[in-house]
């Protein structure tokens, strides 16, 4: 007697694979006229399971997709060189979208149990919504692109893959106490909010997401205002938000490397140095930055004291603020002691205003040579 949720799986598989499970990889490897051993590499760098030769769970689509790949490589658009790591990066990106996609199927079922009474009723369900999924994937991915090949046209001498371009992440402070202190519903809930608030923030100043990592996100922009509108926005709106923890950001700017969706390269590396050692609610940048902003009179920049961080030593990190009209002289000075005898002063700005001239990137005036009188 077959098992219900065997019987299930069976059935969603057909409605998700395009028909039965019919052939052997050795079957489709010869139907699709694609070498045993290609097929073999190609199907490990789309993350799946190495299966035995004589295992049948290959379908019609799987000859028709490998046949697609191969035309692909035999026409010159993709360099057989990069075939493996460009199935590799389609593979990693497309596994996560429909992790996301079945959590997202199985919270609807439970939330309107009716959907789920039965497994003839889910099959029909999923055999509904595929197609809807489908041309919403098919829209964002000819969106992007649109955008893409839109900043290629428009700067054509630049290399796609080697450019200058502003690397900055942006880090919740003490997500690891905090995941030790709040269930996994309301953690859930914290790198939602965190998630949403940075994709959109990133989006409305022209940058680009290239990842989520847990707790902290890495972005581009191409323009230094742009990046620093990103930082200064997150930074902004996490502060004013009471459910989300306080973040801190660093930013480099220079030349990358960037390989199918991510990036890397020193400046990437600089940039996650500067953020493991900026303050919470402080936003470091390198020396490139800040030269590019310093033209900039929305903002203020004020260096901070060499700092050594794994590969790089003495580091010069400026921290990034808006720029305020504060009162100046000495009405300023006693302001500042004020708020500081009162514990509303930020340290880092006290920590700027007792530091050396050379720490506060201030030339330092020569002593005057007293005249000895005789």
Do not use: C
Not at 177 to 187: K, P, S, V
């Amino acid at each position: 007697m077959t098992d219900p949720s065997e019987e299930l799986q069976q059935r969603l598989e057909r409605v998700l694979l395009g028909g039965r499970r019919k052939y052997t990889r050795l079957e489709v490897a010869e139907k699709a006229g694609v070498p045993e051993e290609r097929s073999r590499r190609l199907w490990r760098a789309l993350g799946f399971a190495t299966v035995g030769d004589d295992e049948v769970v290959f379908t019609d689509a799987d000859v028709e997709a490998m046949r697609t790949a191969d035309q692909l490589v035999q026409s010159g658009l993709i360099d057989p060189s990069i075939e493996v790591s460009v199935t590799r990066a389609l593979g990693q990106h497309l596994s996560r979208l429909a992790e996301w996609q079945v959590d997202m199927l199985w919270e609807l079922i439970k939330e309107q149990p009716e959907l789920g009474r039965s497994e003839r009723q889910v099959t029909r369900l999923v055999d509904r919504l595929l197609p809807e999924l489908e041309r919403v994937q098919n829209f964002v991915w000819r969106r992007h692109l649109a955008a893409y090949a839109g900043r290629a046209f428009a700067a054509p001498e630049e290399h796609l893959e080697t450019r200058t371009e502003v690397v900055g992440f942006v880090d919740m402070v003490g997500y690891t106490r905090l995941t030790r202190q709040i269930d996994e519903e309301e953690l859930s809930r914290v790198l939602d909010a965190f998630e949403t608030l940075a994709t959109e923030v990133i989006a409305e100043h022209h940058g680009r997401v290239v990842k989520m990592i847990g707790d902290e996100v890495l972005f581009v922009a191409d323009s230094p205002v742009d990046a620093a509108e990103i930082a200064l926005v997150l930074t902004e709106r996490t502060s004013a938000d009471d459910g989300l923890p306080a973040v801190r950001a660093g930013m480099a700017s220079g030349r990358i490397l960037s390989r199918f969706g991510d990036v890397y390269g020193s400046v990437v590396n600089l940039a996650a140095r500067l953020t493991s050692v900026a303050r919470p609610g402080t936003i470091l940048v390198d020396r490139e930055l800040a030269t590019e902003l310093a033209e900039e009179k929305a903002y203020e920049l004020r260096a901070r004291r060499p700092v050594t961080v794994r590969g790089y030593n003495r580091l010069r990190p400026a921290a990034l603020r808006r720029a305020s009209e504060a009162p100046t002289g000495m009405f300023a000075s006693s302001q500042q002691l004020a708020a500081e005898m009162l514990g509303l002063a930020d340290p880092a700005v006290r920590e700027e205003r007792d530091a050396p001239p050379e720490d506060q990137g201030i030339e330092p005036r020569p002593r005057r040579r007293r005249r000895r009188r005789l």
